[in-house]
């Protein structure tokens, strides 16, 4: 479709004797868990479409048969803070927009960097605050994640027993214990025994559908292998599981750690399905630190019918 345009923007070309508009955009992954990410510096029409919920575009883009196919979309911006290079927004493969998203961070500041807009190190902003990026090989990126808050209003998490740092609700007569922490999106920590065997497709949904999640949540599966070392899987609120969950590796890392299964500070390799990340979690000053790749899979242009 050979059009000259920056990647994100939609254009207007002839397809078949009749105008369809297209959509450019880069796909990229970081450790399996993949995005569309499209530039919304230009188009401030795109990113009004995206935060509809009733336009129906960012499912389009994220639908594996009938789109490009992705976990979340997306979209660069202009920065918002003084010092920061951009800002980008998030949104959920069902449309519902997240204020968080680890791996996503890591593809952005590569596309960031790609596009000649950052450098070795710098900041980027996202719904839930800025980020210190830097990069940390060949296609490898580190972000500064902000800290955990366990306080349930911020997750936000109510109506659930606690015991010390261990949450117990009733579903449907049986008893579920997790940790819960705020990433700047929610999220439930299982311990499990070993995270193959682990009800990831039935007890992640019934959690995200629970009263005590009024915002849904994420819910992390975690088996511990040594105070460094994890394995993890995540049911991704408004994506299902996906291979990977950057913001679940660091709740999972910051709630073990809190729990005192893990060294979070001495640092914790966090294996998914999809790849490896390194999480550092220094409970005294609060903060993380992610580590892990970002991969450009493919560019391309998506035609939408009109109106669509
Ligand atoms: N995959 C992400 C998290 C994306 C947002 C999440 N599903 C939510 O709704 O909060 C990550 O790598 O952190």
Known sequence: MGTATAPGRATEHAAAGRPASAIRFSKMQGAGNDFVVLDLRQDATLAERLSNP???????????????????????ERARSDGAVAAYRIWNADGSPARQCGNGARCVAAWLVRDG????DFRLDSPSGTHAVQRAGKGRYTIGMGAPSFAPESIPLAGADREQDVYVVDLDGTEVAFGAVSMGNPHAVVVVED???APVATLGPALQRSASFPESVNVGFVQVLARDRIRLRVCERGAGETLACGSGACAAVAVLTRQGRVDGQGGVAVSLPGGDLHIQYDPGSGAIGMTGPAAFVFEGEMAMEDGA
């Open 54 to 76: 009733g336009d129906g575009l960012c499912r389009a883009l994220a639908n594996r048969r009938t789109g490009v196919g992705c976990d979340q979309v997306l979209g660069i």
């Open 117 to 120: 807009a950052a450098g070795e």
């Open 195 to 197: 995270v193959d065997d």
